[in-house]
């Protein structure tokens, strides 16, 4: 069974990690592991379309590839924010390395010209002891609605019917900007954006 919406246990047992907003009507899209050629240039249309905003989390060795491709995230009035060098699970590396991965992938954003302090571990894996550390320097956004775009498991009718029934006032919402996440998010995506906005929901940066 995919849990489509963040335990609250879980939620309580890290209160320092940024897991939704308290804001009424509001949700945060946000999009990880970008960017990349097609899947990104899809999303930001898609967003376009609908002319809303939304965070993505970004690889640094993918800003490395595809500068351009971030550039016009920026451009679009969106936010990039750090996700490590080079996805990095933070329950397989020590504190300094995790936080030189870190930097490595915030220097590359600072060249974009953007300078926000937002990080998100990848596959939401960090100790205690290198929160300790990036507190300092970063918000730590996690999510509290996991849309399961990236699974096999997950149909596309799936990924977007549970993910509105995640959804609540001030949800972060994590989609995925890669090739794994294509088929749902391409279904998933638009129709998410259109049924929110319907209700009189409205989509803001983190």
Known sequence: MFIHRTPWPIRKL???LTWSKRTAQTIYLTFDDGPIPVITPFIQQ????????ATFFCVGENIKKYNDVAQASIEAGHKIANHT???????QAN???YS???????SLINKLGVDNGLFRPPYGRI???QIKIIKTSYEIVMWDVLTGDFSNNV???DCLQHSINATRDGSIVLFHDNIKAENNLRYALPRYIEHFLEMGFRFSLL
């Not at 060098?85 to 329950?91: A, D, P, T, V, Y």
């Not at 030189?100 to 915030?106: A, R, T, V």
């Open 127 to 129: 100790t205690r002891k």
């Open 14 to 16: 890290y209160p320092q």
């Open 100 to 106: 030189h991965n870190i930097e490595l992938c915030e």
């Open 85 to 91: 060098f080079n996805h990095l699970n933070g329950w």
């Open 95 to 97: 504190k300094n390395l």
């Open 46 to 53: 898609t967003l376009s379309k609908f002319d809303v905003q």
């Open 155 to 157: 149909s596309p009718e």
